[in-house]
């Protein structure tokens, strides 16, 4: 089994900053790709930003400039640093990875609990 653990939420005044980390633990051989998604009440989960196991970053366009994606693999370890942060960034902020259990080729995807992220003045 593999376990992710968020944290770094809060509440910070529009225009802040956050960063958010996860870490990764349990059956790990490797992890293909990690990442955030985030839900909003009465809202889909929809993606933040990935980042694969050869550093290939995906974010979604209305992040794209204002959040960074990195990762320590040596870690397990994912961050998000969100800067310019806005109300509508207000939401739970889930940790997913996608984990490679042993040898075997087989890849399982993992959620965190989540991590509230509320932007307000």
């Known amino acids: 089994q593999v376990q992710l653990v968020e944290s770094g939420g809060g509440l910070v005044q529009p225009g802040g900053s956050l960063r958010l980390s996860c870490v990764a633990s349990g059956r790990i051989f490797s992890i293909h790709a990690i990442g955030w998604y985030r839900q909003a009440p009465g809202k889909e989960r929809e993606l933040v930003a990935t980042?694969?196991?050869?550093?290939?970053?995906n974010y979604a366009d209305s992040v794209t400039g204002r959040f960074t994606i990195s990762r320590d693999n040596a870690k397990n370890t994912v961050y998000l640093q969100m800067n310019s942060l806005k109300p509508e960034d207000t939401a739970v902020y889930l940790c997913?990875?996608?984990?490679?259990?042993?040898?075997?080729?087989?890849?399982?995807?993992?959620w965190g609990q989540g991590t509230q992220v509320t932007v307000s003045s």
């Open positions: 980042i694969t196991s050869s550093g290939s970053k």
């Open positions: 997913n990875a996608n984990v490679r259990p042993g040898l075997g080729p087989k890849r399982y995807d993992y």
